[in-house]
């Protein structure tokens, strides 16, 4: 088995997600497990590095709020009102996508979508595009807040583990805009913040 590469070149890490690498990456909250898009086996084997179920979507990461509405197939006007006051930052909204889009991911007819605060993270986001990112720690154990945390965990199964430091942040907050508003994770933002930015 080869070891997991440790690096703070983010050009060495695009190259491993361009090439349908798996690569363990810091964003704005905690560490990350990331796969390009364009990879379907990569994606896939997110999921295993992850030990996580495939009915439970991975959610992606974009460089801006136009690459993720581009992801999107209807963008609700909710949406429109939460990205223009959180992002970039720890808020990832559900939003309807198509059938082939959602099914890559492991979702039905819908995407999570977040634009990080990390301007190294946006960095390596234009050289790859948006990327399938779930945190880096296995299904249902604590996130990873340093490269050593996710090297002794889902990173011994990543093909590189980008060293950005600590990072000490909370998990994003989950929204579903494909019904009727419903939070499905109340992380770094709260409720409040949330039902309040949408009164105005």
């Known amino acids: 088995m080869v070891a997991t590469i440790l690096t703070t070149d983010i050009s060495a890490v695009a190259d491993v997600l361009l ?10 909250t905690v560490y990350g497990v990331a796969a390009s898009l364009d990879h379907l086996d990569a994606v896939r084997r997110l999921f295993v590095v992850k030990q996580r179920p495939e009915s439970v979507a991975l959610p992606v990461m974009c460089p801006d709020v136009q690459s993720a509405r581009a992801l999107a197939t209807s963008w609700p006007d909710d949406a429109t009102a939460l ?3 959180f992002w970039p930052g720890p808020l990832t909204l559900i939003v309807p996508t198509d059938a082939a889009r959602a099914q890559l991911i ?8 977040r634009v990080p605060n990390d301007e190294q993270l946006v960095a390596l986001l234009r050289l790859t595009g948006p990327l399938a990112v779930s945190s880096a720690n296995e299904h249902g154990s604590p996130p990873a807040t340093s490269a050593v945390m996710a090297m002794s965990g889902v990173g011994r199964r990543a093909d590189i583990i980008w060293d950005g430091g600590r990072r000490g942040g909370e998990v994003s907050t989950v929204v579903d805009l494909t019904g009727e508003l419903v939070i499905r994770r109340e992380g770094a933002l709260t409720r409040e913040q949330i039902v309040n930015c949408l009164a105005k």
């Open 106 to 113: 492991g979702g039905v007819g819908s995407i999570g979508l």
């Open 83 to 85: 990205a223009d006051a």
């Open 19 to 28: 090439g349908g690498g798996v690569a363990v990456i810091p964003t704005d």
